[in-house]
Structure formats: C-alpha cells, structure tokens
C-alpha cells in the first residue's frame, strides 16, 4: 500500500486575522508628487513633468533631475502647463500607474486666453 500524505496546512488561513475595513479602503501607502503637465495629446492620459533637486554627496552641488510618469485623466480636462498632483495607482495600462488626484494651478496662458475671450465677449 502505498503512503497518502498528510494535508498540509493552507497558507492563507495560517495567522491571519481580519483586516479592519479602513485599512483595506487606504490601499496602504501610495506616493503623491507634483508636476507640470507637459502633454494631453492621448485620450484620458496626461504627461506629467516631475523635477526634483538631489545633491551630489562628493562636489556638494545640486543637480536637477527630472522624471516623467503618464498619468490618468478621465475627465481629459488638464492642459499643458497645468501644476498637478500625481498618485500612485494600479497599472492601468502598459506605461501608466498613475492617476491625477487634483489641480493645483492652471496654466498661464490658458488663464490669459480665457481673459482675452472674456473681454471680447465671446462665450466659450
């Protein structure tokens, strides 16, 4: 006869406890940057433009370092040169983990258009 082997305990059930239902709507820790949109041009997506200052431990200098994230944007209603606030999110897609929580300031020159239109009476 052959030996049947004993069932080995289920990993999932081994020490765990009930999470507490406001940590699992948190999802944890997710990082927030700030950035300038730099392009709109895809549906729902917004490049984000985001510099930091990092100083090199050997000259004592600073060096500027600039990253850029694609974003979602599911309104489609950031423009170039906006300042906004980037978090991190789920893959939405190949390149795109993140999302665009809020909008700091508006771009200049949109703001200037808007004025100009606004003078000459015509509606948007």
Do not use: C
Not at 81 to 100: A, F, M, N, T, Y
């Amino acid at each position: 006869m052959s030996k049947v082997p004993t069932p080995r305990p289920s990993v999932k059930h081994v020490g765990v406890t009930a999470a507490a239902p406001e940590a699992t709507a948190k999802h944890g820790f997710r990082r927030k940057l700030v950035g300038v949109v730099t392009s709109n041009k895809m549906n729902k997506t917004v490049t984000v433009e985001v510099i930091r200052q990092t100083i090199v431990a050997k000259y004592k200098k600073y060096i500027t370092k600039r990253a850029r994230y694609k974003a979602h944007d599911e309104t489609n209603q950031y423009l170039p040169g906006d300042r906004v606030e980037i978090q991190e999110h789920r893959p939405l897609s190949k390149q795109k983990s993140w999302i665009v929580t809020r909008l700091i300031s508006r771009s200049a020159d949109i703001e200037g258009l808007q004025l100009k239109d606004d003078v000459a009476g015509v509606k948007a």
